[in-house]
């Protein structure tokens, strides 16, 4: 019996000609008469963002910076085919990167005459990272003996018109997955989709927000009623801390999709909430791997984890934040402006990640992403511009800001975690380091605070020592020991 498996590998994992190698030895590896590998691959790292500072710089009239970028994005993609194709497929494999080049290329010019950079117009320009890439890594495949075709996913992923954050329509989506992927497989084919991308029902191109290659690998797995999906990174799965922050951080080897939904709700990198859904949906096991350490076994997120599994709770950090003091000075009718500014950023698309309003202040204070702090002040002053819908005492100004992190210590929802809240308080008291702010899951669950940028790295490390998660995993036998044994341990700052 075939048995799928969707193989999602980030940009990280196709950096360049070495990693690119790395990846189709990892695909072949897990090919064979039974094992069909189908892949969804996202554009080569920093390829995104070149491609929206291209549209930038020639909505702006700068075509020769754009023309720069585009320089650049040849030579990047050309110099791992060069290093990894022979004559032939390479030649092919060009042939395809100055045609797609040449199309954004007039895209470019387009953007330049029309002056402005809308949603839609930037969701046909950053999906050209991705069909590139899943263009190369076929060309890879089948210079490596594999027999290997890229797949646009506008054809496949049929989405809403949310631009910029659409989402996949799942049965349309499944139509499309079934009738051209499926007989591709079934001749032993590997299809190499582009993650990120789809389009509308009229075929107009999306995007599908952040992790939108994981989001893709869900909805393709979902569609091919596949066995597995494995999320492949630069990191050995979900580990109770950042490893680049913690180096002895422990890899957390098997959760349940709530747990996972739990870690990634905190903003877990290594997984989006969305991801988790279409997965659940369909009973899909889910692994996070590492591409640059493919013989660990990585994190894998199941319906029902073994009894016999290790626990433990588990650190994120959120870097690149800011924390914005805005407010008008103005006590009457404060909370109905809070409010309204609130609902303006949830339209404009922007995550506010804490918001607080105290008795004692008329500022309310948002914590953001630090990329969304201009599109932020931007929202603020068309409030207070006197726009239809602002009232008196409605709009409100920018009045601080700081560079901040958000640091969360997120236990096992519905386990009994013994205080894991209380202890990660009485730990960042015995660290001090200024709170700017706390939320706390109403499970008692879980607990954020949010601390200047500067002291995130030694609060992680901190917090991972005090709450015991750098010892060894207890054993089977050792918890079935009298619970007054495990409750000394936890009384003294050991893992629970």
């Keep these: 019996m075939t048995r799928v498996t969707v193989h999602k590998f980030g940009g990280t994992s196709v950096a360049d000609a070495e ?89 470019y010019d387009s953007l330049s005459v029309l002056g402005e950079l809308t949603p839609r117009s930037r969701d046909a320009v950053t999906g050209y990272g991705e069909g590139l890439s899943a263009a190369l890594l076929a060309a890879v495949l089948r210079k490596r003996g594999g027999r290997a075709a890229a797949i646009d996913a506008k054809t496949l992923i049929v989405t809403d018109e949310r631009f910029g954050d659409a989402s996949p ?24 989709i582009t993650g990120y991308i789809g389009a509308t029902r009229e075929g107009t191109p999306t995007t599908l927000g952040r992790s939108g290659s994981d989001r893709s690998a869900a909805a393709v797995a979902s ?3 596949a066995g597995e999906v494995w999320i492949w990174t630069d990191v050995d799965g979900i580990l109770t801390a950042d490893p680049h922050i913690v180096p002895g951080a422990r890899t957390l080897e098997e959760l349940s999709y709530e747990e996972a939904a739990n870690l990634a709700r905190f903003g877990a990198e290594v997984l989006h909430p969305r991801t988790i859904q279409p997965v659940i949906a369909h009973g899909i096991p889910l692994r996070i791997v590492n591409s640059l350490h493919p013989d660990h076994p990585g994190t894998r997120i199941v319906a029902r984890p073994s009894p016999e599994r290790w626990t433990s709770p588990a650190i994120v950090s959120s870097n690149g934040m800011r924390r914005l ?48 702090r201009d599109q932020v002040a931007s929202v603020l002053r068309r409030s207070a511009s006197g726009g239809s819908e602002v009232e008196p005492n409605d709009s409100l100004g920018l009045r601080a800001e700081e560079e901040v992190a958000i640091v969360s210590v997120i236990g096992r929802p519905g386990g009994d975690e013994r205080g894991i809240a209380s202890r990660a308080f009485a730990a ?15 499970e008692a669950d879980s607990v954020s605070f949010c601390i200047p940028a500067s002291r995130v790295a030694d609060t992680v490390r901190f917090l991972h020592r005090e709450l015991g998660l750098e010892e060894a995993p207890v054993s089977a036998a050792d918890r079935a020991k009298p619970t007054g044994s495990v409750d000394r341990a936890a009384s003294d700052g050991s893992a629970p």
């Design 19 to 107: 990693r690119f190698d790395r990846v189709a030895t990892i695909v072949l590896d897990r090919t064979g008469p039974v094992e069909r590998p189908v892949v969804v691959v996202s554009a080569m790292a920093g390829v995104t963002d070149a491609l929206i500072r291209g549209a930038r710089h020639a909505t702006d009239g700068d075509t020769s910076a754009a023309s720069l970028l585009l320089f650049d994005l040849e030579r990047r993609h050309a110099a791992v085919s060069e290093g990894l194709l022979r004559t032939p497929e390479r030649a092919a494999f060009e042939a395809v990167l100055h045609e797609r080049l040449d199309g954004l290329r007039r895209l």
């Design 169 to 192: 329509l799942p049965e349309p989506t499944r139509v499309q997955i079934r009738r051209r992927v499926v007989p591709r497989v079934e001749q032993g084919e590997i299809p190499v």
């Design 223 to 225: 569609g091919l009623d």
């Design 325 to 372: 003091a805005v407010g008008n000075g103005d006590e009457t009718g404060r909370l109905l402006a809070a409010a309204r500014t609130l609902r303006r950023l949830s339209e404009a698309g922007i995550d506010v990640y804490m918001f607080s309003q105290s008795l004692c202040d008329s500022s309310l204070g948002l914590v953001i992403r630090g990329q969304d």
């Design 428 to 442: 960042v008291g015995r660290h001090a380091v200024r709170v700017i702010g706390v939320t706390q899951a109403v």
